[in-house]
Structures are given as C-alpha cells and as structure tokens.
C-alpha cells in the first residue's frame, strides 16, 4: 500500500486504547470481531459508518493507554487506511506498525482536517492532501524498512517473507 485515500472521522487529544476497543471486548482477538466494536465509546455511529479507505485524524497522543495490539488491530480491520495524528503514544506507534497499519504523524494536518473531509496520504512521500479544501501538508514519510513491513500487512509476514 503506497497510498491512502478515504473520508475522514476527527478525534481529539488523547484517544486512548480503552475508547478504541474498549476493555469488555478483549475476550478474543478475531479482528472482526474486534472491528465491530472499534471507538464505540467515543462514537457509537463510527463503525455504522466507516467504510473500507477511511482515515482517522486525531491531535495529540493518539493511542495512549495500555499497550494492547488489540486497537490497532481493531482499527485496521475496521477498514481504516491509515491514522494521521499530531502525535502518538510510543507503543500504539510501534504497535500500528507491528501489525501493518499506516499511521502518519503531522501537526498542521491534524489540526486543520475536519470530519468527513476527503484526504489522501501519499505514503513514499508523508505529503498528505485534503481534497476537500485543496490543502497540502508535509507528513513524516516512512522509511523503506517501515514501509516494507507495513506492505507485507505487519512485521510477523515481514519476517516470514524475508
């Protein structure tokens, strides 16, 4: 995956682990199973509505909280292509990465991208277009090791391929 475009759901500082898939869901691991609860807490009506391509956009410490794969696995097989944030929490990070899901750190962007906006995120490049506004923002782009993890779907068939 070289790029990501989709509609976005806008969040705020703070987002933590138990609001991405919240604690009484962790009695499995299927990632559908987790996707059909994914951000319920902070919005019931997002997995209603998110569609395969969707982009989250939160501001600061995106993912704080335990250190749970379950969220951004829920995340992911929700269908979002990728999470565009001020910042991250280190582990979410690492986490995000691990499993393959593309996340994107930008201060203006993420303050600026509104709800239901439509954005695009070139991967090569960090550079990240909100196509509803005719906006461009220099993200962090990933290097070629991440990149390549994030293309296999995460690390475990990074290493399996390799």
Known sequence: M???????????????????????????????????????????????KVKAGDVIVATKNFGCGSSREHAPIAIKAAGVSCVIAETFA???????INIGLPIVECREAARE??????????????????????????????????????DCGGLVNYINEG
């Open 2 to 48: 070289k790029a990501a475009k989709g509609t976005v759901f806008k969040y705020g500082d703070n987002v933590d682990t138990d609001v991405i898939i919240p604690a009484r869901h962790l009695n499995t691991s299927d990632p559908e199973e987790l996707a059909k609860h994914c951000m319920e807490d902070i919005d019931r009506e997002f997995v209603k």
């Open 90 to 96: 280190r582990i979410f990070y690492r986490n995000a």
């Open 113 to 150: 991208i509104e709800a239901q906006d439509e954005v695009e995120v070139d991967f090569d490049t960090g550079l990240i277009t909100n196509l509803t506004k005719g906006r461009t923002y220099q993200g962090q782009a990933f290097p070629e090791f991440m990149q390549k993890i994030i």
